[in-house]
């Protein structure tokens, strides 16, 4: 089948693909900086040699040498399917998708692009209650109304998990005029969504499922891994590729599904849209690389990540007042399956925040996490990453710090108490941030419409976002979760003295 040049040169293409053993963007990248041609076009550092002599030294001549401008004949011009098409046709084969665009602005521009893309179909949506805050944006940018749909809560934790399917069944009957859902699955704690069971709610009410698939790009490579969303019927699916699969930060993927129910020229729009027209080559040669190292080596790779992580976990578990969150976490409500990728250590045995801990190890053994909480701290792995280098390193940390220095009592004592239930929403998230605004002292904005998000960690579910009115109970929720040592997201003052509210006329 033939196609016409479409906007992004980007269109999916009958026919067979190279192996994955190749990557085709990356290696137009490499020939092209070998052939050493005159560049009488930007970048203005000329591929390096009119690039700060420092700069060049520390980023490396070959690295500038290959970041090219776009519509550069032979790399993503000229016959099709260019390189650039090639590579990212080899992606969906990868995933599993039946399109994908490779992204320059991180999966928080596939959330933009997803909202934006359901928007054609209508302006109300479905949406997880604590979806990450680049789909909060995307209700700004889309312009969408939500209806929210909550989380499971760990009680004990303090920590969200997933939305369920009979959750999600009850908010799209409350939303006849939906136009689709949107839903995050893995979990910042590895916790995974019935993606199958959520996929077939909206199917039954005809609308498409998007998953926040960020945490999960590498779910397809490893069969004792979770299935991914695409498989499980999911119509769109963000992925941060940058995070576990490794290629550069920044750079990211959204896929398409089978479904049929979103149309793929104007998710194409739609990813040209909310893009720079220079996107960067580096990043698009990452994700071709880091492709084609999950499809031909992720299966040995991860094999060998997931029993390093057993054994650290083993270890973790070993010391004192310590525990590690694991499979056992399946069949909580909002749970369905683990990701093993992230060690999710409990700390409340210890006397110790998971705050304070990390700060320690941060400090006396230069060990940075993904993400520390109240009763947990969380650490990251890459599928390609010697687990036990880094493994042990946090291991003896975690020894050293619980022997010598914590002591019980660094931790509130306070028992975490559920938020209360969030404002009415008196106009769209989008109505919200453009409306003529204020800054007042928190103590008088009850009653007043917010203009921004407060998030009180944990757990960390926004309990205000813009467009909500703004409630006594609430306010006084987030106060106190800031005196218990608890943080705030969102917010302009993260101590809650002052609050942006829009002004009604
Ligand atoms: C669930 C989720 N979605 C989206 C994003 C945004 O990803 P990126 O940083 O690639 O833009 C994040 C970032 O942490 C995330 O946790």
Request: proline fraction near 11%; include cysteine; aromatic fraction near 4%.
């Given at each position: 089948?033939?196609?016409?040049?479409?906007?992004?040169?980007?269109?999916?293409?009958?026919?067979?693909?190279?192996?994955?053993?190749?990557?085709?963007?990356?290696?137009?990248?490499?020939?092209?900086?070998?052939?050493?041609?005159?560049?009488?076009?930007?970048?203005?550092?000329?591929g390096?040699?009119?690039?700060?002599?420092?700069?060049?030294?520390?980023?490396?001549?070959?690295?500038?040498?290959?970041?090219?401008?776009?519509?550069?004949?032979?790399?993503?011009?000229?016959?099709?399917?260019?390189?650039?098409?090639?590579?990212?046709l080899m992606a969906a084969e990868a995933w599993g998708a039946r399109r994908s665009w490779f992204l320059v602005n991180g999966a928080s521009q596939g959330n933009h692009v997803a909202l934006l893309t359901l928007a054609h179909s209508g302006a109300e949506l479905v949406v997880q209650r604590n979806v990450h805050s680049s789909t909060i944006d995307a209700l700004?940018?889309?312009?969408?109304?939500?209806?929210?749909?909550?989380?499971?809560?760990?009680?004990?934790?303090?920590?969200?998990?997933?939305?369920?399917?009979?959750?999600?069944?009850?908010?799209?009957?409350?939303?006849?005029?939906?136009?689709?859902?949107?839903?995050?699955?893995?979990?910042?704690?590895?916790?995974?969504?019935?993606?199958?069971?959520?996929?077939?709610?909206?199917?039954?009410?005809?609308?498409?499922?998007?998953?926040?698939?960020?945490w999960g790009s590498h779910f397809p490579f490893h069969l004792?891994?979770?299935?991914?969303?695409?498989?499980?019927?999911?119509?769109?699916?963000?992925?941060?590729?940058?995070?576990?699969?490794?290629?550069?930060?920044?750079?990211?993927?959204?896929h398409l599904g089978e479904g049929g129910l979103i149309d793929e020229e104007v998710v194409d729009r739609c990813v040209t849209l909310l893009e720079s027209t220079s996107p960067s080559s580096l990043l698009s040669g990452s994700l071709d690389a880091a492709r084609r190292l999950a499809a031909t080596r992720g299966f040995e790779l991860l094999t060998r990540t997931m029993a390093g992580l057993r054994d650290i976990r083993a270890a973790v578990r070993e010391l004192p007042g310590l525990d590690v969150l694991d499979e056992r976490l399946v069949g909580a409500?909002?749970?369905?399956?683990?990701?093993?990728?992230?060690?999710?250590?409990?700390?409340?045995?210890?006397?110790?925040?998971?705050?304070?801990?990390?700060?320690?190890i941060r400090e006396h053994d230069d060990i940075l996490l993904e993400l520390a909480g109240e009763n947990v701290i969380v650490a990251v792995f890459g599928m390609a990453e010697d687990v036990v280098a880094s493994g042990a390193r946090l291991v003896t940390a975690l020894r050293e710090e619980l022997a010598s220095r914590v002591h019980p009592g660094d931790r509130s004592r306070e028992a975490f108490a559920p938020p209360p239930p969030w404002g009415e929403l008196v106009m769209s998230p989008r109505e919200a941030f453009l409306a003529p605004q204020e800054v007042l002292p928190a103590a008088d904005a009850v009653g007043r419409v917010a203009a921004e998000s407060l998030a009180a960690y944990p757990?960390?579910?926004?309990?205000?976002?813009?467009?909500?009115?703004?409630?006594?109970?609430?306010?006084?929720?987030?106060r106190r979760a800031i005196e218990l040592g608890g943080s705030l997201r969102g917010a302009s003052d993260r101590e809650l003295r002052t609050i942006r509210a829009v002004v009604e006329r």
């Open positions: 089948m033939s196609v016409s040049e479409p906007a992004t040169g980007r269109r999916r293409r009958e026919g067979p693909t190279p192996p994955q053993s190749e990557a085709p963007y990356l290696e137009a990248l490499r020939a092209f900086a070998e052939r050493r041609p005159v560049r009488l076009h930007v970048p203005g550092h000329k390096g040699p009119a690039a700060d002599p420092e700069m060049a030294e520390v980023l490396g001549e070959r690295a500038l040498a290959l970041d090219i401008p776009a519509l550069t004949p032979g790399i993503d011009q000229g016959p099709e399917p260019t390189p650039f098409q090639q590579a990212q700004i940018v889309s312009g969408m109304r939500p209806t929210f749909v909550a989380s499971e809560i760990d009680p004990e934790l303090g920590v969200a998990h997933c939305v369920t399917p009979e959750a999600l069944d009850r908010a799209l009957a409350e939303t006849p005029r939906a136009a689709g859902a949107a839903i995050v699955s893995p979990t910042y704690f590895g916790a995974v969504a019935d993606v199958q069971g959520l996929a077939e709610v909206a199917h039954a009410r005809g609308v498409p499922l998007v998953v926040d698939e960020a004792e891994l979770p299935t991914p969303a695409l498989s499980l019927g999911a119509d769109l699916v963000v992925s941060s590729t940058h995070k576990v699969v490794g290629s550069v930060t920044q750079s990211a993927i959204v409500p909002g749970v369905h399956a683990y990701d093993p990728l992230r060690v999710v250590i409990d700390v409340r045995g210890t006397g110790a925040t998971g705050y304070e801990l990390a700060r320690r757990p960390g579910i926004p309990n205000v976002l813009p467009g909500e009115r703004l409630t006594a109970e609430t306010l006084d929720y987030v």
